[in-house]
Nanobody, 131 residues
Framework: QLQLVESGGGLVQPGGSLRLSCAASGFTLDDYVIGWFRQAPGKEREGVLCISSGGGSTNYADSVKGRFTISRDNAKNTVYLQMNSLKPEDTGVYYC????????????????????????WGKGTLVTVSS
């Protein structure tokens, strides 16, 4: 069974850091494009960062530039989202997604349906930034 599981969310004060993990089971992430998406309360899901199968990253959200980075550890079959200098507006449920079609990251949207949505999604992990 193909599965993505996010972890690492929690409550953090403004200015703090968190590292989210996205672990895959049932398949290997090596040849997949991986995206991180988030959904704030009362808002639509938006893209955060994406990493290609070759390791190049694409930033979907201007608001996280210089603060968030994405990386992959193929040996651990895991993708990470390092989040620094967190702000209250970063609060939301963070999802990772994977797609085997290997299109450029710019092809994908935050939809869960083809053609522009990634095929596999985790259930999300909650990040709350609050003092």
């Amino acid at each position: 069974q193909l599965q993505l599981v996010e972890s690492g969310g929690g409550l953090v004060q403004p200015g703090g850091s968190l590292r989210l993990s996205c672990a895959a089971s049932g398949f290997t992430l090596d040849d997949y494009v991986i995206g991180w998406f988030r959904q704030a309360p009362g808002k639509e899901r938006e893209g955060v960062l994406c990493i290609s199968s070759g390791g190049g990253s694409t930033n979907y959200a201007d608001s996280v530039k210089g603060r968030f980075t994405i990386s992959r550890d193929n040996a651990k079959n895991t993708v990470y989202l390092q989040m620094n200098s967190l702000k209250p507006e970063d609060t939301g449920v963070y999802y990772c997604a994977a797609d085997a079609r290997d299109f450029p990251c710019t092809y994908y949207s935050s939809s869960t349906d083809r053609p522009y949505g990634m095929d596999y999604w985790g259930k999300g992990t909650l990040v709350t930034v609050s003092s």
